[in-house]
């Protein structure tokens, strides 16, 4: 949870997102974030060919107002941490969302971090059974579910759909009625499930 108190936008304080990106493989991909009334709350657009990972992420396509940033210094996806600012606090640090490597290629797994880099929850799929069968046999036909934490509570539930045009992530916060989790790094983690696990997809 942000020690910094809850973020001002009002467009971070809804308890049910859809996260929908759209693949252009000549440009990269770009996110559109929507609220329950299906109105565009942020939007993001993913370079192609870039070789470290650095998404901005705006209050819509105009991309005049920034309201976050992703960004890693490594240059392979595997086992990177994403570091998650805020420029509209003066790029303040939120925290950080590092993939569990080795343990992604058979059940995704990311650690979530607080400003001090310090573990305080995390996300994973739902099993590695259905991990595998994801994988190995049926892809896109299963929908991945993933589930967030922190520490041992629940707080947000993903639910990713893809085929190879159009992936989407609905993110629910519903169970997270005591705020633990701060909403800019469920929206980065969102983002992160479609953008770095959408290769693997």
Same mark, same amino acid.
């Given at each position: 949870?942000?020690?910094?108190?809850?973020?001002?936008?009002?467009?971070?304080?809804?308890?049910?997102?859809? /996260?929908? $990106?759209?693949?252009?493989?000549?440009?990269?991909?770009?996110?559109?974030?929507?609220?329950?009334?299906?109105?565009?709350?942020?939007?993001?657009?993913?370079? #192609?060919?870039?070789?470290?990972?650095?998404?901005?992420?705006?209050?819509?396509?105009?991309?005049?107002?920034?309201?976050?940033?992703?960004?890693?210094? $490594?240059?392979?996806?595997?086992?990177?941490?994403?570091?998650?600012?805020?420029?509209? $606090?003066?790029?303040?640090?939120?925290?950080?969302? =590092?993939?569990?490597?080795?343990?992604? @290629?058979? *059940?995704?797994?990311?650690?979530?971090?607080?400003?001090?880099?310090?573990?305080?929850?995390?996300?994973?799929?739902?099993?590695?059974?259905?991990?595998?069968? *994801?994988?190995?046999?049926?892809?896109?036909?299963?929908?991945? =579910? %993933?589930?967030? @934490?922190?520490?041992?509570?629940?707080?947000?539930?993903?639910? *990713?759909? @893809?085929?190879? @045009?159009?992936?989407?992530?609905?993110?629910? %916060?519903?169970?997270?009625? $005591?705020?633990?989790?701060? *909403?800019?790094?469920?929206? #980065?983690?969102?983002?992160?499930?479609?953008? /770095?696990?959408? =290769?693997?997809?």
């Amino acid at each position: 949870m942000s020690t910094e108190g809850p973020p001002p936008l009002p467009q971070f304080h809804h308890s049910n997102y859809l /996260v929908r $990106q759209k693949v252009v493989k000549l440009l990269g991909g770009a996110f559109h974030i929507y609220d329950t009334a299906g109105n565009v709350v942020f939007y993001s657009r993913q370079k #192609a060919f870039k070789m470290k990972e650095d998404i901005r992420i705006y209050t819509g396509e105009d991309r005049t107002t920034e309201v976050l940033s992703i960004r890693t210094d $490594q240059v392979i996806d595997f086992g990177a941490t994403y570091h998650v600012h805020d420029p509209q $606090q003066g790029d303040l640090h939120v925290g950080s969302l =590092k993939r569990k490597g080795l343990k992604s @290629f058979l *059940r995704d797994e990311w650690e979530v971090l607080d400003a001090s880099g310090h573990k305080i929850g995390g996300i994973h799929e739902d099993s590695t059974a259905l991990a595998l069968l *994801r994988r190995l046999v049926v892809g896109w036909l299963l929908p991945q =579910k %993933y589930f967030g @934490f922190i520490g041992t509570v629940p707080v947000s539930l993903f639910t *990713r759909n @893809f085929n190879p @045009f159009v992936s989407k992530v609905q993110l629910d %916060y519903s169970m997270d009625t $005591q705020g633990r989790l701060d *909403r800019r790094l469920g929206i #980065a983690a969102a983002v992160l499930l479609l953008a /770095v696990e959408g =290769k693997q997809g």
